[in-house]
């Protein structure tokens, strides 16, 4: 069962305008979001991320926006650049404690293939 | 990707073989983990540690084995390779599992291909 789904395998979109990719969950533990890139032949990169206390977190041209009560995040590139076509990870964390401490797994979703066209 | 080391970054193997991936990180992270990548699945948690000595199973352990020795080395077995261990593994570190806090680094993956 895909806990974490990217329900588009690509998006293809022209330089400068925005870039919409979306995730779903179904686990309501889920409490922290993330998002990585990943190129070809590299490992994931870490993007940017969100607590599910937030709606929205920014980091210059990106911007995740969290519905918690729909299961779903977005990420949002603008505007977007050639240099960001890669392959687009949506990940969610369920923390649990252990020992006194807290931590966390990772789910992925399948991966969304972004192309940006000059 | 900032100090996490994969080997070998391809490998082919026959069915029934055995191999060890390799992956080594330095910079003092108690957490390291192992994903496959396949088409379609996203990336899947094989094993995980939270320090050496202490490992646990993720998403799909079977068929794999880990071990912990060290902070700085989180090897993964392949028993008796199967076709359907075809994959691009990647193995990820941090500097604990509180992802909230600390971010994932992975290594640049191992191609494996069982024929």
């Known amino acids: 069962d895909q806990q974490v789904k990217q329900n588009s395998p690509s998006l293809s979109v022209q330089e400068g305008r925005i870039s919409i990719l979306n995730c779903d969950y179904t686990?309501?533990?889920?409490?922290?979001f993330l998002w990585y890139k990943k190129y070809p032949a590299e490992g994931p990169t870490f993007l940017i991320s969100i607590s599910s206390i937030k709606d929205k977190n920014e980091d210059g041209r990106f911007t995740v926006f969290l519905n918690k009560s729909a299961k779903h995040l977005s990420l949002h590139i603008v505007p977007s650049q050639p240099g960001d076509s890669a392959v687009y990870f949506c990940a969610a964390s369920a923390s649990f404690n252990a020992g006194g401490t807290s931590y966390g797994k990772l789910t992925f979703g399948q991966g969304t293939i972004l192309t940006v066209h000059p | 990707n900032a100090g996490v080391t994969q080997t070998p970054k391809f490998q082919v193997l026959k069915t029934g073989q055995s191999m060890t991936l390799q992956c080594a990180q330095d910079?003092?992270?108690?957490?390291m983990s192992w994903y496959r990548q396949d088409p379609g699945m996203g990336l899947r948690l094989i094993h995980y540690?939270?320090?050496?000595?202490?490992?646990d199973q993720g998403e799909v352990p079977n068929g794999y084995n880990v071990s912990r020795s060290t902070t700085e080395d989180f090897p993964l077995r392949l028993l008796s390779a199967a076709p359907s261990q075809t994959s691009v593994y990647f193995c990820?570190?941090?500097?604990?599992?509180?992802?909230?806090?600390?971010?994932?680094?992975f290594g640049e993956g191992s191609w494996l291909t069982v024929v």
């Open positions: 540690s939270v320090g050496a000595g202490i490992t």
């Open positions: 910079m003092n992270h108690e957490y």
């Open positions: 990820a570190s941090s500097y604990s599992a509180a992802f909230r806090r600390n971010t994932i680094y």
């Open positions: 686990n309501s533990m889920f409490d922290y």
